[in-house]
């Protein structure tokens, strides 16, 4: 089972940042915590990781709380290309991806 | 570098056949896994493949099984074909030993009739 709860769906005007938010409890020491996105009928396509610390690239911003029980993905300037449904998962070094259902992300023009 | 690719796209056939899809894995990635992803739901976890050898299996039966070869290549093979079985299959290669993401194809939609 996932060990990730995430919001259904989310919706965020076009220009402006969204806040993806996850939470996960159970979450142990050796978890990373990885974020992907899927667009229609693609696949899966990989957005950002982290452990601790809090993480940048030139997708997206990963946040997370510093008892490690939650994180937030942001995207800082929303494109209506940024609309899919985010996946927030937690995982062990070299162990599979257990996806939930993830959350639908719609960019508002 | 070049990314995961699948084949064939789309694939129909009929219940009680068998179907092999096919996954060249990103340049450099070692271990391959696979994915089922039903309408509207998230990938489930198949099987995943490193040296040639299956190293861990979701909750699927024994009729789907696969194959890892010496370029890291691989194939998943259905058999017994269910209706159950209609899906997007997803191929995703990685790096064993690091904290890499997978990179996914762009999967293989299978319509059992």
């Known amino acids: 089972d996932a060990k990730t709860t995430q919001p259904t769906s989310m919706d965020c005007a076009e220009g402006r940042a969204a806040n993806l938010p996850c939470n996960h409890s159970t979450i142990s020491g050796n978890e990373y915590v990885y974020w992907y996105r899927q667009i229609h009928s693609q696949g899966p396509q990989y957005i950002i990781h982290g452990l601790k610390n809090n993480e940048t690239n030139e997708m997206a911003s990963l946040i997370i709380t510093e008892d490690r029980k939650s994180s937030t993905l942001i995207l800082p300037h929303a494109t209506l290309r940024d609309t899919a449904v985010y996946y927030c998962i937690v995982r062990e070094t070299d162990e599979k991806l257990t996806f939930g259902t993830g959350t639908r992300l719609t960019i508002i023009p | 570098e070049t990314g995961v690719t699948q084949s064939p796209t789309h694939l129909i056939k009929t219940r009680g056949q068998q179907v092999t899809l096919r996954c060249s894995s990103q340049?450099?990635?070692?271990?391959v896994s696979w994915y089922q992803q039903a309408l509207g739901q998230g990938p489930q976890f198949i099987f995943q493949y490193y040296r040639e050898e299956e190293n861990g299996r979701g909750n699927f039966p024994p009729r789907f099984s696969g194959l890892q070869f010496p370029n890291y290549s691989s194939e998943l093979n259905v058999n017994a074909l269910e209706l159950d079985d209609s899906a997007l299959y997803l191929c995703?290669?990685?790096?064993?030993?690091?904290?890499?993401?997978?990179?996914f194809g762009s999967g293989t939609r299978l319509t059992v009739v």
């Open positions: 340049s450099g990635h070692n271990t």
């Open positions: 995703a290669s990685s790096i064993t030993g690091g904290d890499y993401g997978y990179t």
